[in-house]
C-alpha cells in the first residue's frame, strides 16, 4: 500500500464539504442572523456600548446606542456577510479533497481554520465599521465601508488563503531520500 487516502475517502469528503457550501448559501440568512448577534456581542463586550438584543430589528442588523445616545442601525446584508465567501472557501476545500496528494483530514481542518479566519476578519470589519459610525456620523462611515473595509476583506482573504494552503501542502514534510540511499545527484554538501 502506498499510504495514500483510498480515493472513496477524498470523494466522500468531497461531497460532504460541496453540501456545506450549498447549506451556506441556501441558509445566507440564517448566518447573516449568526454574524450580527456575534457583531452585538463583541460590540458590547470591547466598548461597553447599549445594544440591542436581534428582535429589535426585523433585519440581520447591529442596533446599538453611540456616544451621543443616537441610535445606529448597522443592517448586515448579504453583500456584508461571510457566507458567500464562506462557501467559495469550502468548495476550495472540496476540490482540494479530491488531490490524492493532499490528505482529506488536512484539507477539512485547513477549511475549518480558513473559515473560522473569515469568521473572524468579517466581525472585526463590522465592529470597525460600527465604531466609525458611532464616532465619526455616516460620512466617514461611508468611506470606512467602501474602501477601508473592503481592504480589510481582502487582506483578511488573502492572510486565509495563505493559511489554508500552508496546512494543506504541509511545506518541509516533502520526500526525502534515506540516509543510504546517499547524496542527491547534482547537490554537492
Do not use: K
Amino acid at each position: 500500500m502506498t499510504g495514500r487516502t483510498p480515493r472513496t475517502v477524498r470523494v466522500l469528503t468531497s461531497l460532504v464539504l460541496v453540501a456545506g457550501a450549498v447549506a451556506l448559501v441556501a441558509g445566507e440568512h440564517i448566518g447573516r442572523q449568526v454574524e450580527s448577534s456575534i457583531a452585538r456581542w463583541l460590540l458590547h463586550a470591547l466598548t461597553g456600548a447599549t445594544v440591542l438584543p436581534a428582535g429589535a430589528s426585523t433585519v440581520p442588523a447591529v442596533v446599538f446606542q453611540s456616544g451621543d445616545l443616537q441610535w445606529n442601525v448597522l443592517e448586515i446584508t448579504v453583500e456584508c456577510a461571510v457566507a458567500y465567501v464562506l462557501a467559495a472557501l469550502v468548495m476550495l476545500g472540496a476540490a482540494l479533497a479530491l488531490v490524492p496528494r493532499f490528505g482529506p483530514l488536512r484539507v477539512v481542518l485547513a477549511t475549518a481554520v480558513g473559515a473560522a479566519l473569515l469568521v473572524l476578519v468579517n466581525q472585526v470589519r463590522i465592529v470597525l465599521l460600527a465604531l466609525v459610525l458611532a464616532h465619526g456620523g455616516v460620512g466617514p462611515f461611508e468611506w470606512a465601508h467602501s474602501f477601508a473595509g473592503s481592504v480589510v476583506s481582502l487582506f483578511g482573504l488573502a492572510a486565509t488563503l495563505f493559511v489554508v494552503f500552508l496546512i494543506v501542502i504541509r511545506p518541509g514534510t516533502g520526500r526525502r531520500t534515506s540516509p543510504q540511499a546517499g547524496p542527491t545527484p547534482g547537490v554537492q554538501a
